[in-house]
């Protein structure tokens, strides 16, 4: 009633309506908040990745020795793990066939990362040597795998035993066998597990390290 009797015949229409959407904003507004779970009703703060790298960070421990971490590295033991793995899965792979009757060529994948990780850890390399070992071995053991495979099934057919028919392989033989056994699959996979090999051969190294053997080497030139 005092609104209307100040303000002029037209206004009082306007303001009222003014009011009362005002205030079915407000309160729609807060119904709405109150039907919200509490939890979301807090202003969170956002999820945020935690900063490796952030100049607050400090490293504990001594620094890396960088020279003793080249030092770590053996050629001649990455191609000794690296044999010793093939002749491993190699074996594996043989009794395998041999039990179930199947050939499963895929195990030569397979086969080829684990002689990756064996270079890996025998070798402890850095370099691209490791990887060429590792891949060599993995595509020669996948067809020495199937030629093991050969071997039992032979001995096996002409109840011999399989170190006699090792013994007894020749060229001709061999030349058989990559001509009449092995298939295009069978050269497949070995690529494959080359290159699966040759991806885990070399010793994975963090971010201080490498920039300790950067150092280093900077230092020498």
């Excluded at 037209?10 to 939890?39: F, H, K, N």
């Excluded at 590295?73 to 793990?81: E, F, I, Y």
């Excluded at 895929?106 to 990756?116: H, Q, R, T």
């Excluded at 691209?128 to 053991?141: D, E, N, S």
Aim: hydrophobic share 50%; with cysteine; glycine share 8%.
């Amino acid at each position: 009633m005092i609104l209307r009797a100040l303000l002029p015949p037209d206004e009082p229409v306007l303001l009222v309506t003014s009011v009362a959407t005002a205030y079915r904003v407000i309160y729609c507004a807060d119904s709405r908040r109150r039907r919200q779970p509490q939890y979301l009703r807090r202003q969170l703060p956002m999820f945020r990745l935690r900063k490796k790298h952030s100049p607050n960070h400090q490293y504990t421990g001594p620094p890396p020795d960088a020279a003793r971490i080249l030092a770590q590295q053996s050629v001649g033991r990455a191609v000794a793990g690296g044999i010793m793995a093939v002749l491993a899965c190699g074996w594996l792979w043989a009794a395998v066939s041999m039990q179930t009757g199947r050939v499963f060529p895929w195990f030569s994948v397979l086969f080829g990362a684990i002689i990756g990780f064996a270079v890996r850890r025998f070798g402890r390399g850095l370099d691209w040597r490791f990887p060429v070992i590792a891949a060599a071995l993995a595509w020669a053991g996948a067809y020495a795998g199937n030629l093991m495979i050969g071997i039992v099934e032979t001995g096996r057919y002409i109840e011999a035993a399989a170190f006699s028919v090792l013994v007894g392989l020749s060229g001709d033989t061999m030349e058989n066998f990559f001509a009449n056994t092995v298939n295009p699959i069978d050269h497949i996979y070995a690529l494959c597990a080359a290159g699966m090999a040759a991806f885990l051969a070399k010793r994975p190294l963090n971010r201080r390290q490498v920039l300790a053997i950067r150092t280093m080497e900077r230092g020498e030139n």
